[in-house]
T-cell receptor
Framework: KQEVTQIPAALSVPEGENLVLNCSFT??????LQWFRQDPGKGLTSLLL?????REQTSGRLNASLDKSSGRSTLYIAASQPGDSATYLC???????????FGEGTQLTVNP | GAGVSQTPSNKVTEKGKYVELRCDPI?????LYWYRQSLGQGPEFLIY????????DSGLPNDRFFAVRPEGSVSTLKIQRTERGDSAVYLC??????????????FGEGSRLTVL
């Protein structure tokens, strides 16, 4: 059974800092890995999707990397802003269209 | 609509009652998913539809939970004889089709269910 772990559970940083969120998964036979953002009381917004054959994806100040063989992914946020404060979730799927298995998330607070 | 729409946004009910939660996916999306999220946890998979049929319902916790998608668009999650442990946010997501953008999912804002 796939298990996804995210470290740290919570993180508080001053504005402007670069930061890394970590995600690990137990079964390396994945189809893709997605990073989501969730604001309090809201649904999930997809940030980045990495196919199993890819090593990284970038969108603006966000960069996600994938090391499939070691079961790890990182989300790098450059020059953090208070508006980045949210919970960040990673999730993996086993095949195309199949269920996502989520981690419990990292709650990020960026202080002005 | 522009995004995945879920109604109601909030539902408070009493133990033992029947509840229906509705999901209206993005127009043209063939895949639809239901997840359940408890406070402080990541979402847990419930059921996945490809078109009108349930492609994977192995996440439904027991036979009190049932979901339909009769015309391949709107889906309804039905919970019978609700229990306090059913209290959670129920999230719906849709995806255009298999292999589109590697399976990117678009989530609604969820229906918060509270069972008293």
């Amino acid at each position: 059974k796939q298990e996804v772990t995210q470290i740290p559970a919570a993180l508080s940083v001053p504005e402007g800092e670069n930061l890394v969120l970590n995600c690990s998964f137990t079964d390396s036979a994945i189809y893709n890995l997605q990073w989501f953002r969730q604001d309090p009381g809201k649904g999930l917004t997809s940030l980045l999707l990495i196919q199993s054959s890819q090593r990284e994806q970038t969108s603006g100040r966000l960069n996600a990397s994938l090391d499939k063989s070691s079961g790890r992914s990182t989300l790098y946020i450059a020059a953090s802003q208070p508006g980045d404060s949210a919970t960040y979730l990673c999730a993996v799927s086993k095949t195309s269209g199949s269920r996502l298995t989520f981690g419990e998330g990292t709650q990020l607070t960026v202080n002005p | 609509g522009a995004g995945v729409s879920q109604t109601p946004s909030n539902k408070v009910t009493e133990k033992g009652k029947y509840v229906e939660l509705r999901c209206d996916p993005i127009s043209g999306h063939t895949a639809l998913y239901w997840y359940r999220q408890s406070l402080g946890q990541g979402p847990e998979f419930l059921i996945y539809f490809q078109g009108t049929g349930a492609a994977d319902d192995s996440g439904l916790p027991n036979d009190r939970f049932f979901a339909v998608r009769p015309e391949g668009s709107v889906s309804t999650l039905k919970i019978q004889r609700t229990e306090r442990g059913d209290s959670a946010v129920y999230l719906c997501a849709s995806s255009p089709k298999r292999n589109h953008k590697g399976g990117e999912l678009f989530f609604g804002e969820g229906s918060r269910l509270t069972v008293l």
